[in-house]
């Protein structure tokens, strides 16, 4: 197998418009492939076949028609839609949106061209995710356990530690007993030179570089980019995973810059805009992305996704949260409220889900009581929150002595179980017991979501403790 | 055969394709993708492909079928896992085809599996579309009644008894001098309802075992109803629950443009539940349709009418049939999507305006009749149907069509689920209709169902009216009364609507069950007035050890339940009057 090169040419432009560019027919252009529009003073744009017709192509070219002429341009192509060159030398290497080499290394030797779009998996082919990823953060763990297989976003805003928290989970992540082979694939996504630095510096300090593998598409790079690079990240993770039985964890960061390219090049094909401008199929633009996470019956491997994203005004209605939470197995939020009040990680558990959590926790698995420690830490710190917005009206004062209680538990939950080091790593059994540290101070007929028989195996002791 | 001369995203025009029909399926391109002629201009088709389209160029070949767009019918459904246009995925998967490649081709029925087929007509009869000739045992839950297709009726000249692949003939049928051969398969056209004698009113109780439907808001067998809630609320796993425990004879799940992952989890789950009654898998009576939000747009649509095609079939064999579609709002979105290709002029928020009356050709399907043919019998098909509306905000457009059409609404609130309160169901805003229908069902289980029923809600609706002074003024300003009411509302919602689809008990109530649960607590709340009525606080109900009873109902065991309630009833009755030293 060969890389093709760009076989064919056609000349005949009639129409340079907005990004649109009209040529004659040219046979063998195929629907959807990225072309080289090629300008007469030899500069190369790209562009790509988003209407193809015996008659007509309509090119729409990255970086607009300006100084295109209509007698001396050319359109080249190479009669496919983009490709991955993939082998298992890829791992350690950094490449840029188009899966070029950019940490000055050779170019990969191939052992097969991928499709970036991949194939759907067969829904009957799927195995449930159900391996819980420790990641060692007690509101991850204990509330809305990640695992293997599961696409898991992180909705964040500007300026909160979306990155610190991701670091901090790609430096402690491991499934529980396993020892299997885990990497990291990193696709970067019109972030800042800073933001990306900060993560292959970190992948490189804590040594998990060689087991990586990394697609940069920084701001100052093309738009166009941006809608390949978590493409491009997503093939070699899928190569990782059912090729060679590996255990990949892919972040995508960030991909609201994802979602406003396709709202750019959308815009510039005059299409009908759907909420806010965004088109109507991103829906189903982002599912081509973010179901390629999953787990197959009878392969090793698995492919994980954690992709950041900052919500626009810090607004989860936002089309861009919206949609996404439509598609992935629920959404870590991070808060800026509890950022101000210095809580780190700042991540609100309400507005957090993992919809994958009661597969991965449980006898065997984390803990017996982990269910319900997670349903009663919900609801006394539903209720405590309830209180406290009613408190700043009435003042605590006027609560009686078991709301009161509540009231506390609240700011308990947030000091104790919430509040965790950047370093700190807490086991899942060390996050359970500190649930189990604040029930005892709750009224313990109140502890209905929990089985009597945890009461009576776990409570005791953190009864006692708090006698002495 | 035509060829392509335009493709834009999964709109397609082919020209050379004089002589084919509206609503013709094609082949296209090389991979043989499937796609539907949705208009015809000379000799000029467009079609709207069911595949993705990317690569395909200009000038390939576009191949006409001759044949409209139909679901397969026979023995071999019950258990399936279908695509969005019933191509078997199992049979894929069993092909090795572990990722779906396009243009992939599988049939629906097997065609080298053989059924034991019994004859329950005999030469001589007189039969008619309709008119059941045999049975196949399909599955050991479902009986399989093969029926004559449509536009046959006459003498039965021959029929056998024996194993028989779906396409070899089981019996002949004479008709006007002509002989013509029945097999257990037939076709039919998935946007075309199947016809029946009549409609009959819906008055038997849908029993889902959710307590919050079943008790507060039923649905009737034959009913339409519809789940609209933003992300994480809950529609998913309440229409699981759905296909899980409904007692019907067929439940059929339709995973349109949702996660793969949620549709290996609950077709793996079916791997272990049984059926409470016969002990037998439940998979055995359940038909799943996955057509994922990363499978083809298109198809989309077909997977919802591939559904409810199915559905009616099994209705017409005398079944109750439960049909579950989640989410409607992504078949709304692919006719927006294709609608747009087709620059066709944009409704509200660029939906066609044609968005509505679809929705309601499928609803509309939802019914309980007399099925055609003989022996007489009488069938059902239920409709629930997932809306996602986004941010959200249900004044958007598909809520809104979808809530001219259906009859009950089950209305997820986000501020529960973020509060873990499943079901996320609100007790304010959900409605149904069926209340007054199935009274009568009701009524022979707990003659004073609808009261209860009343007197409960309204407790519910007081505290919601309370909440705003609450906020005023605390909780601890109010007088006794109004806090007992606070009170019983909490019991009635954490320990009576909230239902663990997850524990093994409470998942699934029965309405014997759950109406002593309510009347419970409604007893509780009687002797708890009367206490305060004459001096009695509410902090000493606080501490009566009948509360913390109450809320552990959910965890007793059935075969215990009975008993359990009879006795806290009991010391509810000594405990809960006016005495020295408080209440017991
Ligand atoms: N009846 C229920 N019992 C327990 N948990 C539930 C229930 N309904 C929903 N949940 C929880 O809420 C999450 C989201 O529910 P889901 O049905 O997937 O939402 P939606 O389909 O509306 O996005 C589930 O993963 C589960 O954790
Ligand atoms: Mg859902």
Redesign the pocket.
Known sequence: MSSPLYVKEGKAINQAKGSLLIAKGIPGVQYGEIVDVKLTNGEIRQGQAIDVSKDAIVVQVFGGVSEVDLAGCSVRYKGETLKLPVSIDILGRIFNGMGKPIDGGPEVVAEDYLNVNGEPINPAARMPPAEFIETGISSIDGLNALVRGQKLPIFSGSGLPHNQITAQILKQAAVRGASEKFVIVFGAIGVSYNDADFFIKNLGETGAMARAVAFINTASDPVIERISTPKLALTAAEYLAWNHGMHTLVILTDMTNYCEALRELSAMRDEIPSRRGYPGYMYTDLAGIYERAGRISGREGSVTIMPILTMPDDDITHPIPDLTGYITEGQIVVSRELQRKGIYPPIDVFLS?S?M??EGIGENKTREDHNNVFMQLYAAYAEGSYLREISTIIGAEALSDRDKIYLSAADRFESEFLLQGEDERRTVEETLDIGWKLFADLPEEDLKLIREEYIKKYLPKYKDEKKV | MGKIWRITGPVIVAEGMRGSQVNEVVEIGSEGLVGEIISLDSDRAVIQAHEDTLGLQAGEEVRGTGSILTAELGPGIVGAIYDGLQKSLTALMANGDVFLRRGVKSFALPRDKKWQFTPTVKVGDKVSEGTIIGTVPETGLIVHKIMIPQGISGTIKKISEGQFTVVEPVALVEQDGETKEIIMMQKWPIKKPRPYKKRLPTTRLLVTGMRILDYMFPLALGGKAAIP?G????????QQ?LVRWSQTQINIYVGCGERGN?MADVLYSFKELKDPNSGRLLAEKEVFLANTSNMPVVAREASIFVGITLAEYFRDMGYDVLLVADSTSRWAEAMREIGGRLEEMPGEEGFPAYMGSRLSSFYERAGQVECIGSPDRMGSVTIVG?VSPPGADFSEPVTQNTLRIVDALYA?DTSL?NKRH???ISWLQSYSLYVDSVKEWWSKIAPDWAEIRASALRILQLEAELEEIVRLVGPEALPERDKLTLMVARMLREDFLM????HPVDTYTTPQRAQLMVKTIMRFNTLAQQLIESGGTINELRQSPIVPRISRMKDIPNEDFEQRVKELTNDMETGLIPQKGGVR
């Open positions: 889900l919809r959590m009661k | 809630g992300f994480g609320t809950g529609k998913t796993v309440t629950q949620e997932a997820l689920a499943f079901p996320a239902q663990s689809a997850y």
